[in-house]
């Protein structure tokens, strides 16, 4: 009985032995071989992601006829991946930065730190660099003879189910899906976000002279109008003209005077160089400016298939 054991054990030595050398003669691992020219084309573009280039292949097969920019900043945008399915974390939740939407949410126990708004300020409570930056914002307003106040700011993962599983009561899943996060996916819960004098289509907020007084200043504050009117296939909902989303002013002048979604805005970055060492600088250096994000070049018009929510 130990002899067929002592054979088994032997040829399987001999087989591991040999691996290498099958593994050398055969097929060249994805990250070994060597790239085609498409691709290198592809990666060339500033705003490529290297994990992506499979996906960027799939939408070139999918749609041949788009140029290569469109081909990267869709699914930069990520049309190619179907909303509230394989949903990633939101990466940096507590960067100005962070973005939440239908393919990324934040953990049910996610809190940032809060600053409540005051009054006159409204209701809520919001990160305290956009609690300043409203309430400077809602000063210069007054000053102007408009008042902004908040009237839902902050929400909890907790208290974003609870809204969303009330509305469920009365409408289908995908009517509330275009005008309500499910948990986890509410911008609120960054405490970035707020509503301003409404939140409803009802008050039509978008025919006052609040809404006017935003659209053309509040990217001076670092808000921009988080779902624009006729980007509902990028953002996921319909248009909130209440809606407003701190981001920090160098992002919200490239989206409020290009128009573009915040989703737009960061497929449009340029990918970030890997990081390098640092050689110490001289004491008598002073230390290097914040870094600013560079403005995005406009945004490539796709003319294919529109892909539904």
Sequence with gaps: MKKPVFWLLLAALCLFSLAPAWAAEGAPLPQERELTQWEMDCLALPNSRPDRLDRYAAWAAKYPEAALETVVAQVNLDQDRTVYQDVQAAANPDSTAVLVNKHYALAQDYAPELEALGWPYGSGSL?????????????????????????SAYRSYQHQSTTYNRYLRYNRQATVDTFSARPGHSEHQTGLALDINAANVAARFERTPAYAWLQAHCAEYGFILRYMEGKESITGYRFEPWHYRYVGAEAAKACMEQGIAYEEYLA???????????????????????????EPAPFPIFSGAPVEL
């Design 127 to 151: 990160r305290p660099e956009a609690a300043r930056a409203f309430r400077a914002m809602a000063d210069a307003a007054r000053a102007e003879g408009v008042s902004l106040r908040s009237v």
């Design 268 to 294: 449009l970055l340029p990918n970030p160089a890997p990081a390098q060492e640092e050689e110490p600088a001289p004491e008598a250096v002073p230390e290097p400016a914040p870094e600013v994000l560079p």
